[in-house]
């Protein structure tokens, strides 16, 4: 049993594998945050609150004399704003008379078994193997007739609990709900640091660590996309927490769209901690009887380190986000056409990248931009989702056909949300753009942004997406989103515009959803110039994302090594591409190239009718290479053996028994006279004895962590290399 209601029911005890999470009812109704950390019994921790009289730290009326109940000093569990509580708050209503308040005092619980659904929303599911138990806690408001149900939904065996909040007009009258944020926390002690994943465009998710203080630290993204800028998740631990000791607690938002995450210390040296929709692009219309449902935010605790805690994370994207039959599939190694040919191909050009493609081995060829209405480049086109014929020297279809002949499956690139002015559908619909009257609109790309909270273009989508997946035997879709969200109009009749931002995402979501539950054998990429939806929310539709637009391995190892923190390599697509890099102009070895692209879902994104023959030969055996070890990087764990900023790189993958550990290496920076590399795996068997076929060599696995591997030669900078260290039987 993972939910335990002791005291009466006045706390409730949630209890997984390794960690509990506590929250108790005082004497005023008010809901605690009272543990959240290591497993412990289920007692009641009510009396660890230390209530004190704190000058200008206000009283609740109906405390009278005590002087020492603030909500101001209480470790809350969802603030409300107004009631004299003046942290940061969770939720605020504006009610008809003008007031604006949330004082939420606990009413009753209810636990369910299952998950509860958010109604349009991306969220974790559950399955018979792996349980989820739910608590709902219902809170009442104390002067109107709203009620707010904060729901945790507990997956004992995976150390994971997930949070949304559910918010209940049962009045006459409309109210607006003003901010309503999924997850608060308010941790009694200890200093913490916080660890974010913050970034730029062709640079996603490099970590960053500082301490919390009293100085709010906040994330966010307003771009009406989880962004390059910001990823949408974040890390508090202890600051002595490394990849292997210490405290450390991870929260991700399964959201796409703005959102807002943050920590702060309060003046009694207690740490708030909350993330959800940014308040400032939401105020949402609740009349009579409706309810609002936040996005939900999956949490996990691991008192062993951020590699703990990102195993955790990985097996619940694996088993509880990611759907469908391609999240445990081999993955078809593909070939890219952008960075291949960009805007500039014909049929000829595709069918011969598909002929060597095949030549080599590769199984999927993809169409990129450029091949669908007017669009030779990027000012135009977006939105007329039919093929241009003449660039493609006939149907899509034929094409299609013609690259299955070849031996390979084929995927199509579109960016369904925008819309270019030079195309039919603007001229067509100019209204069914986001801009706002009397204001010349922000271009981006050259592009703008269609207004997806409007049904009407929801449907013009899916059917324009339903007769290209239907004319033509298309395998795969790469969902491209080329800019942020500015223009936060809707022209749409009736429209509201405080929800805009979020009816905006749901329209979105509801695209997303009808077409993978028509096409579920379609294997979906989504992407957003690389990575600026790299998010739980596009991972409940899309297996994989492509991760960054810098191919270059170097970058791309930083990258995949801050993405890796919350998400399974699994996730981040990962080609191969030319040098010098396009992105960067590095020029990094082939073999490089293939070691950090093979850590995701693999591909090649290179003018393949270009190559030399020894670079022909090269890319076989990769590819062969890469077959041989596809089920230990597709279902084995991942760990970083090391951070970015040294000399070398390195990182493993380990099957689940342990059997085969496969270890790589990249060197960085190159220096004079090398000091010896030496990498320590992690995870291995220390009782059974492995052998290492690259140095011919056979150690038990205490010996092989504890000794370590000794990488010799030194390899010169940008080289690398692989070890395969296995059981011996
Ligand atoms: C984005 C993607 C690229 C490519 C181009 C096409 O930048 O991230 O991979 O598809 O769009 O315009």
Redesign the pocket.
């Known amino acids: 049993m993972a939910i335990h209601v002791i005291e009466n029911g006045k706390v409730f005890h949630l209890q997984t594998a390794h960690s509990s999470y506590q929250i108790g009812v005082d004497a005023y109704g008010y809901l605690l945050h009272l543990w959240y950390g290591s497993r412990i019994p289920a007692e009641p921790l009510l009396d660890l609150v230390c209530k004190a009289d704190i000058g200008f730290s206000g009283n609740p009326y109906e405390a009278d004399l005590d002087r020492t109940t603030s909500p101001d000093t209480l470790p809350m569990e969802f603030a409300g704003y107004g009631c004299g509580d003046f942290r940061e708050s969770s939720i605020a209503f504006l009610f008809p008379d003008g007031s604006k308040a949330a004082d939420l005092r606990y009413q009753s619980y209810e636990v369910l078994s299952g998950t509860v659904e958010l109604p349009g929303l991306p969220s974790a599911y559950d399955t018979p193997e792996e349980p989820c138990e739910t608590l709902i806690l219902t809170l009442q408001e104390k002067a109107s007739p709203v009620t707010v149900d904060l729901i945790y939904g507990v997956y004992e065996q995976q150390d994971v609990i997930t949070r949304s909040v559910r918010v209940t007009n049962h009045g006459q009258e409309k109210i607006l709900l003003d901010r309503c944020l999924s997850c608060s926390m308010d941790f009694m002690e200890g200093e913490l640091d916080m660890i974010t994943f913050s970034g730029r465009h062709i640079m996603e998710r490099t970590p960053e660590r500082v301490p919390v203080t009293h100085a709010r630290s906040e994330i966010c993204s307003l771009r009406g996309m989880s962004s390059h800028q910001e990823n949408p998740a974040l890390i508090l631990c202890r600051p002595e927490t490394d990849e292997t000791h210490g405290d450390c607690y991870g929260l991700a938002f399964v959201y796409s769209g703005s959102f807002m995450a943050g920590a702060q210390m309060d003046q009694r040296g207690q740490t708030r901690v909350n993330m959800g929709l940014h308040p400032e692009q939401f105020c949402w219309r609740l009349q009579p009887e409706e309810t609002f449902y936040t996005p939900q935010v999956v949490i996990t605790y691991s008192g062993e380190g951020f590699d703990t805690l990102s195993q955790q994370f990985h097996h619940m994207v694996k088993e509880h986000i990611c759907r469908g039959e391609w999240v445990h599939k081999r993955r078809p190694v593909l070939i890219n056409s952008?960075e291949a040919a960009y805007f500039h191909f014909n049929r000829e050009k595709i069918l011969e990248l598909g002929r060597c493609a095949k030549e080599l081995g590769v199984e999927m060829l993809v169409l990129?931009?450029g091949w669908f209405g007017k669009r030779e480049d990027?000012f135009s086109g977006l939105g007329d989702w039919t093929e241009n014929q003449q660039k493609l020297g006939g149907s899509l279809c034929s094409l299609a056909e013609e690259i299955h002949k070849l031996g390979l499956k084929f995927g199509l690139?579109v960016e369904p949300e925008m819309i270019s002015e030079d195309s039919d559908l603007y001229r067509a619909h100019p209204d069914w753009a986001l801009t706002v009257p009397d204001r010349k609109p922000i271009r981006a790309r050259y592009q703008l942004v269609l207004d997806m909270s409007r049904e009407e273009v929801v449907e013009y989508l899916y059917q324009n997406l339903c007769r290209l997946l239907d004319d033509a035997p298309i395998d795969y879709i790469?969902w491209?989103f080329?800019r942020s969200v500015c223009d936060v109009f809707s022209r749409a009749e009736k429209a509201f515009q405080g929800e805009t931002a979020h009816r905006w995402m749901l329209g979105t979501y509801s695209l997303l959803a009808r077409l993978t539950a028509r096409y579920p054998k379609l294997l979906l990429e989504t992407?957003s110039?690389?990575g600026g939806r790299f998010d739980l929310g596009m991972m409940c539709y899309s297996p994989q994302i492509?991760c960054s637009?810098n191919t270059d391995a170097v970058c791309r190892m930083q990258i995949q090594y801050g993405t890796s923190f919350f998400y399974p390599t699994s996730t981040m697509a990962s080609h191969v591409s030319v040098c010098p890099n396009h992105q960067t102009g590095r020029t990094v070895p082939l073999e490089t190239r293939f070691n950090v692209a093979m850590t995701g879902a693999f591909g090649y994104e290179m003018d393949f009718t270009r190559l030399t023959e020894e670079e022909k030969q090269a890319i076989r055996e990769q590819i062969e290479t890469y077959n041989e070890l596809e089920p230990i990087l597709r279902e084995g764990s991942y760990h970083r053996l090391t951070r970015p900023g040294g000399r070398w790189m390195s990182w493993e993958f380990l099957t689940e028994k342990a059997e085969k550990a496969l270890v790589f290496a990249v060197v960085t920076e190159s220096e004079g006279n090398a000091v010896p590399i030496r990498i320590h795996p992690r995870g291995l068997d220390p009782e059974k004895r492995y052998f290492c076929a690259e140095l011919n060599r056979v150690c038990s696995g205490q010996t092989w962590i504890q000794a370590g591997i000794l990488v010799d030669p030194t390899p010169s900078q940008y080289e690398s290399k692989r070890f395969l260290l296995q059981v011996v039987k």
């Open positions: 952008w990129d931009d990027d690139w790469k491209d080329n992407c110039g690389g492509w637009d």
